[in-house]
């Protein structure tokens, strides 16, 4: 076993304040007696002294032990805190009582002393001993405020509860930080003019714009994990007009974990903007009809399928199949999911839904009860040059694979669709579209019971335009946008697929289910408002640069066809279109030849997608 090293250092250190803690016991002895009869020393009776002079030895030993006890000697008084100071109050005045029982034993007359020696005995003791131990702390809070006073990085913290309090105790504190706080924010007026540690509370959300340029901040931190989505939106409104880089604390579990530091903050996401609060869904609907089951998610390495293979790992599957082409990222999602549900029963297959002799055998192996179909070719400029791929692997990646659930008895079969098989202007939409219709003629004819859901954008999914705008920003610029007006719906990935859970607990068959996405955003005020929150000016730090729209894009989404109509559900979050007739027959015999011409790559493909699909657009672009 190793020798335990000799730490000179600490052992000065110790031995220091045991003789300032013996300089304070005779220091303290003596002026509890003399403060009794008001520093008049010749009016003290010689009775009262001779006890403790002789006390004083045993009265040091004593105390010192106390003091070990109470690890008045092993603490960090750099940080001390609460704890330390209850320790320094009962250790002294524990000595005080020790004190008293040695007076009382060395008594030269049946006259005890005073019984306000011992309380001032130990007001003194406590006054010492504290001074000893804090002082280290305030003349290194002192050394740092100094050594920070010309930092760059001023702060302004936007909330004066608990949160704000912890962030502003590691930055007073901490001998790494490289801020400084100018001031605090809080809307409750009744802390206005008061100070936490030393930091003046200026005034509410009112106060931001005029003390950013008073006190000079550089980043504001919104430190309000409680607040609600739109008082969030709200603050964010009036920094974003500020030139300042803007963090916030994630959320109001920190605060119960005691996670709350510097470390904990993170930039304000453009999402924050969007102003509502997150979505809900009856859990318990979902629980009732995945638990138990074996449940199959195609397209399940991608950001919809990947998000659907956690929460639907959360309600307690009988088992979870994922089937994915690309290995690597159904590689990462395998090893997340095994870490974080080490009892769920997890079967990660590679597979391409185009091919018809794999998919029939998987669900002839393992018989799915339900299942989520987000497999798909979703890029909408990359299908436009490419568009008999978006065919094979949509429409004919769908039918097989809704083929193979029909044949071997699923119950259930949800596929994840599009707003853009709304009136589409491209390939890849117009392709859901088709899907759509597969669903709704497959339900027709099998038990199982197919469904679609339709949502619009997903924020933070792959091809999302902001991971883009934020790589724009981080090179310098220019953030592109492709048009002045476009506009889109936004929800958050785990925000739609807990929503597409639900729809599917809904399903009875047939059903196009159409996700409620809020109001429509505009793409330039997300370019813009991210080049804020960032902390640059737009036109002056950072350009916006317009590229005209991309091939099959087009300004705004519609999530409801006219003619589907709708109705409304359980939740007022998902609605329901109506079924449009299809001539089957015609269908059958148009898809066939789609088959065969998607096969021999043919020029001409649209033509053929447009007597299928008559809301599609055929743009001129495409043509060419």
């Known amino acids: 076993m190793e020798k335990k090293k000799f730490n000179s250092q600490l052992f000065y250190r110790r031995g220091g304040l045991m003789l300032y803690d013996v300089a304070s016991i005779l220091a303290a002895s003596f002026l509890a007696i003399v403060m009794r009869y008001e520093f008049q020393i010749g009016l003290i009776p010689s009775y009262f002294l001779e006890p403790i002079a002789r006390s004083l030895p045993m009265n040091i030993v004593c105390t010192l032990i106390i003091f070990y006890l109470f690890r008045l000697y092993h603490s960090l008084w750099a940080f001390a805190g609460e704890n330390e100071l209850q320790n320094v109050v009962v250790a002294c005045f524990l000595s ?126 919104i430190a309000i994990p409680s607040a609600s989505r739109t008082t969030i939106r709200e603050i964010l409104e009036i920094c974003k007009e500020t030139e300042c880089k803007l963090r916030s604390l994630p959320g109001i579990y920190q605060l119960v974990n005691g996670e709350v530091n510097v470390s904990q903050l993170r930039d304000v996401e453009v999402e924050d903007l969007l102003g509502r609060e997150p979505i809900k869904v009856d859990l318990n609907s979902i629980l009732q009809y995945v638990s138990g089951k074996t449940v199959l998610v195609t397209g399940g390495g991608g950001s919809i399928g990947s998000e659907l293979c956690r929460q639907i790992a959360q309600h307690k599957p009988k088992k979870l199949i994922l089937v994915d082409i690309y290995e690597n990222n159904a590689y990462d999602v395998q090893q997340e999911l095994q870490y974080k549900y080490p009892d769920l029963d997890l079967l990660v297959l590679i597979a391409s839904v185009r091919n018809t002799n794999r998919m029939n055998s998987i669900f002839k192996t393992y018989k799915p009860q339900i299942v989520y179909h987000a497999a798909a070719h ?3 400029p990359l299908m436009e040059t490419s568009p008999n791929e978006a065919i094979k692997n949509n429409v004919f990646g769908t039918w097989k694979t809704a083929q193979a659930a029909a044949y071997y008895g699923t119950e259930k079969f949800v596929m994840i669709s599009t707003d853009k098989a709304v009136n589409p202007t491209n390939i890849m939409g117009a392709s859901k579209r088709i899907c759509e219709m597969i669903i709704q003629t497959f339900n027709r004819h099998y038990d199982t019971e197919f469904v679609a859901v339709r949502f619009g954008n997903v924020l933070g999914s792959n091809g999302s335009v902001i991971p883009l705008f934020k790589k724009q920003i981080q090179q310098g610029g220019p953030v592109t946008v492709t048009h002045p007006d476009i506009i889109r719906y936004f929800m958050t990935i785990p925000e739609a697929v807990s929503l597409v859970l639900q729809a599917g607990a809904y399903a009875k068959g047939g059903e196009i289910f159409v996700l409620d996405m809020g109001e429509p955003v505009k793409i330039l005020d997300l370019a813009k408002n991210l080049i804020r929150l960032s902390g640059f000016k737009v036109g002056e730090d950072i350009q916006i640069e317009f590229t005209g729209l991309r091939p099959g894009e087009k300004l705004y989404e519609e999530l409801l066809m006219d003619e589907e109509g709708m109705q409304d559900t359980g939740n007022k979050m998902i609605h329901i279109g109506k079924p449009i007739e299809i001539d089957e027959m015609t269908f059958f015999v148009q898809l066939k030849k789609l088959k065969d011409e998607s096969k021999n790559e043919s020029a001409d493909i649209r033509y053929l997608i447009r007597e299928i699909v008559p809301t599609y657009q055929i743009r001129e672009e495409a043509q060419q």
Not at 121 to 147: D, E, G, N, W
Not at 178 to 196: L, P, Q, R
């Open 378 to 380: 979703k890029h909408v």
């Open 96 to 221: 005080s009582a020790v004190n008293g029982v040695l007076l009382y034993a060395v008594k030269v007359q049946p006259k005890p002393v005073p019984s306000s020696y011992y309380f001032m005995y130990a007001f003194m003791l406590v006054t010492f001993t504290f001074a000893s131990r804090f002082s280290y702390r305030f003349f290194r809070s002192k050394k740092h405020k100094l050594q920070n006073k010309n930092n760059k990085t001023r702060v302004m913290i936007i909330g004066a509860g608990e949160a704000g309090n912890a962030i502003i105790k590691e930055i007073v504190s901490s001998n790494y930080s490289t801020m400084s706080i100018g001031c605090i924010i809080d809307d409750d007026a009744h802390k206005w003019g008061s100070f936490i540690q030393g930091i003046r509370v200026a005034g509410g959300r009112a106060k931001i714009l005029e003390c950013v340029d008073l006190y000079g901040i550089d980043e504001i931190f």
